[in-house]
């Protein structure tokens, strides 16, 4: 995954999850350096609709394979 | 959650998600300093089956409410 390409498509993830990966509300996870194959595993998920989100399966839905491999490397990468 | 509790509870959780809740293998989580909210909903739906995981039904299925709770509290203390 393309660290950059996936800050540059994470807007919207900040509004949860935080700017610096810290979610904003106890009931979202952080994602600061979590593990980039287990975020792929879950927005797939999402986007499958193998693990059912109301807030997530529309936010994985328009994401593409490489969008996803951005997104986590970028996530993986805040220290 | 009782913190103390929580780390007796959670020497099952280690064998995947690290002692320091740092998880070892990349397509598992890492649950240090996790959103205690998040977890005790997370673990909860393994339990009843919403969201469906092989290796994490079994481990949510004999935890009681406040086991719950109290691996949530400990894996959230985790800096």
């Known amino acids: 995954g393309d660290i950059e390409a996936g800050k ?3 807007m919207l993830c900040a509004a949860c999850h935080g700017a610096d990966g810290i979610s904003l509300a106890p009931i979202y996870p ?3 350096g979590q593990k ?3 975020i792929e595993k879950q927005l797939k ?3 499958e ?3 059912q989100d109301p807030v997530m399966a529309p936010m ?3 994401l593409t394979d490489e969008d996803i491999a951005n997104l986590a490397a970028y ?5």
């Open 75 to 79: 996530f993986e990468s805040l220290k």
């Open 36 to 38: 980039a194959q287990y």
């Open 30 to 32: 952080n994602l600061k």
């Open 8 to 10: 540059a498509k994470s």
């Open 45 to 47: 998920a999402f986007k």
């Open 60 to 62: 994985a839905m328009p």
């Open 49 to 51: 609709g193998t693990r």
